[in-house]
C-alpha cells in the first residue's frame, strides 16, 4: 500500500513570497490533515477536511493561509505572503475516518520550508 | 492550544531496562490517545493507540495506559532497545485533528 505522498521535499524562499505543497493521501482515506511542526515542537492542526470539506480550521492563518481539497483526494497548502515565522516542517496526513471509532492517522515525509 | 503536554524533553534509559513517557491533558473530551514515534527527516510513524473506554493497551513490547481521572497517559517499552531511539509524540483527539504534545527524545544506550 502506497503511503502518503508530499513534493517538494524542500523548499527555499524569501519572506514575501509565496508558496504551495502537493499531498496524495493515501487510497480510500477521506480525511486529510495538515500539520505544521516548528522545530522543537510537536505537529499544530492546520486544517482538516472530511472528504472535499473543511471539518476544522481553526488553526488556519487565513490571512496568508489557505488548503484545498479538490474532488476529495490531493490538497494543496499555500502561504502567500511567506512570513519569517513559517519556516517548519508542513506535514501531511490522512486517515480512514474520523469520529465515532477514530483511527491513526498516517503521515507523509513531509516539506521542509526555509524564509529567508 | 497547549492541550496536549509532554513536560520532559529527553530520557536516556540503558538497553534492556524499561522506558516510561509520560502525557497529560486538559481537555476531558479527548475520547482517543495516540503514540508516534519520529526519525530524523521523517514524518511521524503511528505506534499504538487508546480509546477512552480502555485504561490499558498492549501490543509487543509496548504498553499505553490512561488514567482518566488523572488525565494522563503513559508508553511503556519493555525491553527497550537501542532502535527505538526517536521522538516520542503524545496526541490526543475528539472527532477532529489530533493535538500533539512538544514530543520526548528517547536514548536508549547499548
Known amino acids: 500500500e502506497a503511503g502518503v505522498a508530499q513534493s517538494p521535499r524542500y523548499k527555499i524562499i524569501e519572506k514575501r513570497q509565496s508558496v504551495a505543497f502537493w499531498c496524495n493521501p493515501i487510497s480510500g482515506h477521506a480525511t486529510l490533515y495538515w500539520y505544521q511542526q516548528i522545530l522543537g515542537q510537536g505537529p499544530k492542526l492546520l486544517i482538516q477536511?472530511?472528504?472535499?470539506?473543511?471539518?476544522?480550521d481553526s488553526q488556519l492563518p487565513k490571512d496568508r493561509f489557505s488548503a484545498e481539497r479538490l474532488k476529495g483526494v490531493d490538497s494543496t497548502l499555500k502561504i502567500q505572503p511567506a512570513k519569517l515565522e513559517d519556516s517548519a516542517v508542513y506535514l501531511c496526513?490522512?486517515?480512514?475516518?474520523?469520529?465515532?471509532?477514530?483511527?491513526?492517522?498516517?503521515f507523509g515525509q513531509g516539506t521542509r520550508l526555509t524564509v529567508v | 492550544d497547549q492541550q496536549v503536554k509532554q513536560n520532559s524533553p529527553s530520557l536516556s534509559v540503558q538497553e534492556g531496562r524499561i522506558s516510561i513517557l509520560n502525557c497529560d491533558y486538559t481537555?476531558?473530551?479527548?475520547?482517543?490517545f495516540l503514540w508516534y514515534k519520529k526519525y530524523p527527516a521523517e514524518g511521524p510513524t503511528f505506534l499504538i493507540s487508546?480509546?477512552?473506554?480502555?485504561d490499558k493497551n498492549e501490543d509487543g513490547r509496548f504498553t499505553v495506559f490512561l488514567n482518566k481521572s488523572a488525565k494522563h497517559l503513559s508508553l511503556h517499552i519493555v525491553p527497550s532497545q537501542p532502535g527505538d531511539s526517536a521522538v516520542y509524540f503524545c496526541a490526543a483527539s475528539v472527532n477532529k485533528g489530533m493535538r500533539f504534545g512538544a514530543g520526548t527524545r528517547l536514548t536508549v544506550k547499548p
Open positions: 487508546i480509546s477512552s473506554i480502555k
Open positions: 477536511f472530511q472528504n472535499n470539506g473543511v471539518v476544522d
Open positions: 481537555n476531558s473530551m479527548f475520547d482517543y
Open positions: 496526513a490522512s486517515s480512514f475516518r474520523t469520529g465515532g471509532g477514530s483511527t491513526e492517522a498516517f
